[in-house]
């Protein structure tokens, strides 16, 4: 079983930044892709970015040149660079990892203000 500690949530005014981290822990076997996602209220979840361990990414059209992935692949750990934050980007993010099945994280809430 996959336990995915997520961390760096919080609050940001618009134009601001946050890093959000995510720790993987309790598999042997090799986690082929981590990455976020998010939901807003009333809204369905949505995918934000993915990384695979060979180093492929995958952004929303919405983020991109805004957020960065990155990965590091000996701690398990992925983390998301957010710049340039919109109020329209409030929402729960969600971290997740993929063996032969996803694992997802509790959610860390991320609230920017105009």
């Known amino acids: 079983q996959v336990r995915l500690v997520e961390s760096g949530g919080g609050l940001a005014q618009a134009g601001g930044s946050l890093r959000l981290s995510c720790a993987a822990s309790?598999?042997?076997?090799?986690?082929?892709?981590m990455g976020w996602h998010r939901q807003a209220p009333g809204k369905q979840r949505e995918l934000v970015a993915t990384m695979t361990n060979d180093g492929r990414t995958n952004y929303a059209g919405s983020v991109k040149g805004r957020f960065a992935i990155s990965r590091d692949n000996a701690k398990n750990t992925v983390y998301l660079q957010m710049d340039s934050l919109r109020p329209e980007d409030t929402a729960v993010y969600y971290c997740?990892?993929?063996?032969?099945?996803?694992?997802w994280g509790q959610g860390t809430q991320v609230t920017v203000s105009s």
């Open positions: 997740y990892a993929r063996t032969f099945t996803t694992y």
């Open positions: 309790g598999t042997s076997f090799t986690i082929s892709a």
